[in-house]
């Protein structure tokens, strides 16, 4: 079945410590892949997307399409990371008709 | 630029009534995106449109969902009638291709339903 899953509901840290929140998917083709944040109280906003190859907050996420994985990492994580994190590929066989589809999601709690 | 609106943030209804939700989208996008979140879940697409048009609705449940987009900006999302189940937060989203790019959300209408 295609799915985007994220195994974790929680992941906790403490600050300063590395952090990497996992994703796999299995669709076919070749999704673009999306992070996508919410922070306490706040909209859902976009964090990352793999075409792009940057690295906002610190965060960088590195596509695997031989393992189909998307897990995103920051060397040292900071208080105000916390949030709830959702992995997103974009599917739908061709640029016309891509939907946006999320996981699960992960919390990230970083403790002082 | 102004972001999403949505409208109302929360609304209390009993099963079997039927509620309304409306969004405004970003001017000039033309996807549009509903979702439903269920508490603890991650969201779940309803519908997408693109201008007026309905690109997707495989997931929304037709025989008490509907939703519209009129005149490719605002659309309205109706739940009639309202089932327990129903009760979780319900986004709209908006991005500018159909490609999606980067969407940008709405604070989302909080649903219970007693």
């Known amino acids: 079945a295609q799915r985007v899953t994220q195994p974790e509901k929680l992941l906790s840290v403490f600050k300063g410590a590395p952090v990497e929140l996992k994703c796999n998917y299995s669709y076919s083709g070749s999704p673009e892949l999306f992070w996508y944040v919410q922070y306490s109280r706040q909209r859902l906003q976009l964090l990352l997307r793999?075409?792009s190859r940057e690295s906002i907050k610190g965060f960088t996420a590195d596509l695997n399409k031989g393992e189909t994985s998307f897990h995103l990492k920051k060397p040292f994580a900071q208080e105000e990371d916390s949030a709830m994190y959702y992995c997103a590929p974009l599917v739908g066989g061709s640029s016309n008709t891509g939907k946006l589809i999320f996981g699960q999601g992960t919390t990230l709690q970083v403790k002082p | 630029e102004a972001g999403v609106a949505q409208s109302p943030r929360y609304k209390i209804i009993e099963k079997r009534q039927s509620v309304a939700f409306w969004c405004n989208p970003i001017?000039?996008?033309?996807?549009l995106y509903w979702y439903q979140q269920i508490l603890g879940q991650g969201p779940k697409l309803l519908i997408q449109?693109?201008?007026?048009?309905?690109?997707?609705d495989s997931q929304l449940p037709k025989d008490r969902f509907s939703a519209e987009r009129l005149k490719g900006v605002d659309s309205t999302l109706k739940i009639q009638p309202a089932k327990l189940e129903d009760s979780a937060v319900y986004l709209c989203?908006?991005?500018?291709?159909?490609?999606?790019?980067?969407?940008?959300f709405g604070q989302g209408t909080r649903l219970t339903v007693v």
């Open positions: 449109f693109q201008n007026n048009g309905v690109v997707d």
């Open positions: 989203a908006s991005s500018s291709s159909r490609t999606s790019v980067e969407a940008f």
């Open positions: 001017s000039g996008h033309a996807t």
């Open positions: 793999h075409i």
